[in-house]
């Protein structure tokens, strides 16, 4: 019978690797476990180290309602990009599981010295994980840094804070400009009188272990600070492997898991397990390629109205380094530094010319992989591939954007489309769509790339006078109703002033080219 057979149970079956008790910190107790794996599970880990190489990724969390006690089932494995519904998406493939009765640092290096010694004993293979994706448990990453001492631990966290901000940072096109931009985010929230919440958020979220949450926390395209693809693997392990929460330890040792690991054996990891997958290019990103070639280094006009000339690019290259401007504000982040993004060009030579293809094979992909590498969330999530990066090899000559837009094929987007409207349409208080602060941040993000001359003027004047009428009503409602204004209100008011003084100085600037093109039409 084939190995290849689904028929062929023996490959499903279950195989202890370990069974340990081990005797944690002063406040961890004894725990005790068995690491398990299967014939179809474990060359998981052949697959990934030859498919990463020195960029290995290992993903490990524990979920918690299978036992009746508590006790936790542990996966460990490695994330890939595969291709799905028309874009790349990460997805999470098992190497062992671990059953224990609690979690500790001890519990998880064992697993992770299990997981070195078994595959140097059965597979011939030197595991060497150079990047940890985990929640926020400070005993996997201690495990992990015992295990691996040069390892880089991506977190994945979220703050519900001051969403804001918390964005910003997030979006942060280096490790060294979050360090900055997260010393002005803090100042800011001391300022509106959060000094509680800012010392809370600096010492959970930015100590030295948990400060790669942001999209470029390991500066490699591939590699996300998610746990969706292993939240999701846990999520297909309780509908279909578990018919019962809260089970008994003989049910889990002698019906959960083998069902797990059969599950596990049924989604092998592709024979390329890489951090970025074969695929088309993206009409999306076709399109706004052919937009970005206009806006290499040298853009007519920036987000706020200015021009993005070489000191602008050359700030936004400084604060990349961790260089930021004296005095910039939490409120001007987006506008001076993050509505900007570096391709970087990390071959001395040319590549040849790419030809267009319907679809991008492994070697053509590691060709551009090792010739650039984009900021952008599109480029690290894909692992190769982005508007900006497409652009750039359009740039230099590499790719011909117009050719490949000419075989794009017309399509309609995905799901029902969206109620037009025309243009008498009035405002209702029913449609949410003309709600001020709906407006703003529509303004916000497609400052002036509609309408173009006394159009533009006019609908800019509209919408700043929408501003004003709600910044006089909040300033009114404020000093009424609350005597003074609270911390969290007078941000508020000086974020809405912030951007009617941006577009004031704007109109001015749009009348005046404008009157500019009247008189040379004239």
């Given amino acids: 019978m084939s190995v290849t057979d689904p028929r062929d149970s023996y490959m499903d079956e279950m195989i202890v690797l370990d069974t340990f008790t081990v005797s944690g910190e002063e406040d961890e107790g004894t725990s005790f476990g068995v690491i398990v794996s299967s014939r179809q599970v474990f060359p998981n880990i052949a697959n990934s180290v030859r498919a990463q190489g020195n960029e290995l990724v290992c993903a490990t969390d524990g979920t918690y309602k299978l036992h009746f006690g508590g006790w936790t089932v542990v996966d460990c494995g490695s994330t890939a990009v595969t291709w799905s519904r028309g874009k790349g998406v990460h997805w999470f493939f098992p190497w062992v599981y ?60 979220f703050a519900e804070m001051i969403k804001p901000d918390v964005y910003l940072l997030k979006s942060s096109r280096t490790h060294a400009q979050f ?59 309780k509908k279909t492997c578990v018919p019962s929460s809260r ?55 920036g987000l706020l109205g200015t021009d993005i ?19 910039i504000k939490a409120n001007e982040v987006k506008f001076e530094l993050l509505s900007l993004h570096r391709v970087l060009i990390m071959a001395q030579t040319l590549s040849p010319r790419f ?25 690290v999530r894909s692992g190769w591939i982005c508007s900006h990066a497409i652009a750039t090899l359009s740039l230099l000559g590499l790719l011909g954007v117009d050719a490949a837009m ?61 501003i004003f009428e709600r910044l006089r009503g909040r300033t009114a409602g404020s000093s009424c109703e609350h005597g003074s204004p609270s911390p969290n209100s007078s941000f508020k008011l000086e974020h809405t002033l912030h951007t009617y003084i941006y577009m004031h100085i704007y109109i001015n600037k749009l009348e005046a080219d404008v009157v500019s093109a009247s008189d040379t039409a004239n």
């Avoid at 889990?252 to 990891?269: D, S, T």
């Avoid at 000191?311 to 401007?325: N, Q």
């Avoid at 319907?358 to 599109?378: A, G, K, N, V």
């Fill in 309 to 327: 000339d070489q000191a602008c690019a050359v700030k936004f290259l400084h604060s990349l380094k961790g260089r930021l401007s004296r005095g």
């Fill in 98 to 157: 671990m059953f224990a009765r609690s979690e500790s640092t001890a519990v998880y290096a064992r697993m992770f010295q299990i997981v070195r010694e078994k595959a140097m004993a059965f597979l011939d293979i030197e595991v060497n994980v150079e990047f940890g994706s985990l929640d926020h448990s400070d005993v996997i990453a201690s495990a992990f840094q015992s295990t691996w001492p040069t390892i880089t631990v991506d977190a994945d966290l």
């Fill in 406 to 466: 000419a075989s794009v094929p017309v399509r309609r987007t995905p799901g029902r489309p969206r109620a037009r409207r025309l243009a008498l349409t009035e405002e209702s208080t029913q449609d949410e769509f003309y709600d001020v602060d709906q407006l703003l941040r529509l303004f916000i993000d497609n400052l002036g790339s509609h309408c173009a001359g006394r159009q533009r003027v006019q609908v800019v004047r509209s919408i700043r006078g929408r």
């Fill in 355 to 379: 030809e267009l293809a319907p679809i991008w094979r492994d070697h053509i992909i590691q060709q551009i992989r090792q010739f650039l590498h984009c900021t952008c969330e599109s480029f």
């Fill in 247 to 301: 089970a008994s330890t003989t049910g889990v040792l002698n019906g959960i898991l083998p069902h797990i690991l059969k599950a596990g054996g049924e989604n092998l990891c592709p024979n390329l397990g890489t951090l970025y997958c074969e695929g088309p290019l993206p009409p999306e990103m076709l399109a706004k390629a052919a937009a970005h070639r206009q806006h290499a280094i040298t853009r007519s006009q």
């Fill in 179 to 237: 360090l900055k931009l997260a010393v002005v985010v803090i100042e800011t929230w001391i300022a509106r009188g959060e000094d509680a919440n800012a010392q809370r958020f600096k010492d959970i979220y930015l100590t030295e272990r948990w400060n790669r949450w942001h999209i470029n926390g390991a500066a490699v395209g591939g590699i996300t600070p998610s746990q969706q693809g292993i939240e999701s693997h846990h999520c297909v392990i």
